[in-house]
């Protein structure tokens, strides 16, 4: 089955710091994955895709097939990038496109 | 362009009742995806919808319904309701297997 694992719940990094937040995936067909952010009292908002193989808010995401991971990462952290990161990975049941989430991990950036 | 909205946003109900929660989805799309997320856990899948047609369905039992309307609004309906229901109830909207816009989400708690 499917399985998104997002090892660390909390993470805390000082500003201008780096940060990566790890995802790793068990899944045997071709992974799509995607992370997912949620800000204080805000709904939960799509960050990135890898298929896109963007860059948001400073934010990427490599998906290493390998390692079966997919970390977020981000050069230099500020403090409004404070918030709960989820993992996904999206596959097919039956017809309908769903997403499987990860536990998520608070990010807090201090000043 | 209107989000995703969904009412209530807060409700209390006993064991063994029911209860239905509603979704507006975004303007334009026509698909509805509902997801459970219990306290410090990620979105799990329960099903989704796509014009008024249930097409996939995760791991839940069948005391879990829903239904599409031609508007493509939904909602999910939970029979004999159990302690462990209580959880936040989040509907996702997209065009097909598009990019899913999620509402701000119904907290349930089952008392």
């Known amino acids: 089955a499917q399985r998104v694992t997002q090892p660390e719940k909390l993470l805390s990094v000082f500003k201008g710091a780096p940060v990566e937040l790890k995802c790793n995936y068990s899944?045997?067909?071709?992974?799509?994955l995607f992370w997912y952010v949620q800000y204080s009292r805000q709904r939960l908002q799509l960050l990135l895709r890898h298929i896109s193989r963007e860059s948001i808010k400073g934010f990427t995401a490599d998906l290493n097939k390998g390692e079966t991971s997919f970390h977020l990462k981000k050069p230099f952290a500020q403090e409004e990038d404070s918030a709960m990161y989820y993992c996904a990975l999206s596959e097919n049941s039956g017809s309908a496109r769903q997403l499987t989430f990860g536990s998520g991990t608070q990010l807090t950036v201090l000043p | 362009e209107t989000g995703v909205t969904q009412s209530p946003t807060h409700l209390i109900k006993t064991r063994g009742q029911q209860v239905t929660l509603r979704c507006s989805s975004q303007?334009?799309?026509?698909?509805v995806s509902w997801y459970q997320q219990a306290l410090g856990q990620g979105p799990q899948f329960i099903f989704q919808y796509y014009r008024e047609e249930e097409n996939g369905r995760g791991n839940f039992p069948p005391r879990f319904s829903g239904l599409q309307f031609p508007n493509y609004s939904s909602e999910l309906n939970v029979n004999a309701l159990e302690l462990d229901d209580s959880a936040l109830y989040l509907c996702a909207s997209s065009l097909r297997q598009g990019k899913a816009f999620f509402g701000q989400g119904t907290r349930l708690t089952v008392v």
């Open positions: 899944y045997s067909g071709s992974p799509e």
């Open positions: 303007s334009g799309h026509n698909t």
